[in-house]
Every structure is written in C-alpha cells, then in structure tokens.
Nanobody, 119 residues
Framework: QAQLVESGGGLVQPGGSLRLSCAAS????????MGWYRQAPGRQREWVAV???????NYADAVKGRFTISRDNSKSTVFLQMNNLRPEDTAAYLC?????????????WGQGTQVTVAS
C-alpha cells in the first residue's frame, strides 16, 4: 500500500537547522510532484515548498532563501533542509505526493513530523 513517512523533526534553537525526510513507498515515485506543508494548532495548513518530477522547485515567501527542497528518485525520498529557523516556523510538517496526471493515481499525505523552534 502507498505510504509517506516523515522524519527529522525535533527541538531546535532560533537560528539553527534541521533536515526533514519523507520516504515514499507503494507508488511510482517518478510520477509524483512532491511537496511540504506545515500546520500549527489553530492555524490553516500552509504550503511551504514543492518539487516536480524534473526537480523544478518553488517556495512560499515566508521560507524563501532559508529552506531547500530536494528529492532522490533512486531512494523515493524528498527532503526539506531548513536553515536559520525562527520561532514562527514551529509547526507539524507534512509530506504530500500529487500525481502528475489524475490517471496515475490519487494524492497522499504523511502523518507529519513536529518542528519546534524555541530557546
């Protein structure tokens, strides 16, 4: 069955760095656009970054210049490198997989990994 599993979250001080990973299984990874979203309690889910199957990327303004999304198709894994973290980055970070075309399959969400930025 299809599954997305995030890892790498934790507690970090302001200005610190974390690298999140999302391992996909049960899908043909190369057919999927991969993204990261985040959600804090009481707030709407926010798009963070996206990467195409050809490795084109886009970022939300709030993280541009600080976060980098990448993918390793041989390992069916997408990464989010987060640098110069701020308290407002605190959230659950969720991995998302969207098929390039509806005929390929459905979209999937991971369960999320918690990132807390605090002194």
């Amino acid at each position: 069955q299809a599954q997305l599993v995030e890892s790498g979250g934790g507690l970090v001080q302001p200005g610190g760095s974390l690298r999140l990973s999302c391992a996909a299984s049960g899908i043909v990874f190369g057919w999927y656009v991969m993204g990261w979203y985040r959600q804090a309690p009481g707030r709407q889910r926010e798009w963070v970054a996206v990467i195409s199957s050809g490795s084109s990327t886009n970022y939300a303004d709030a993280v541009k210049g600080r976060f980098t999304i990448s993918r390793d198709n041989s390992k069916s894994t997408v990464f989010l490198q987060m640098n110069n973290l701020r308290p407002e980055d605190t959230a659950a970070y969720l991995c998302h997989a969207r098929p390039m075309a509806p005929t390929v399959g459905q979209a999937y969400w991971g369960q999320g990994t918690q990132v807390t930025v605090a002194s």
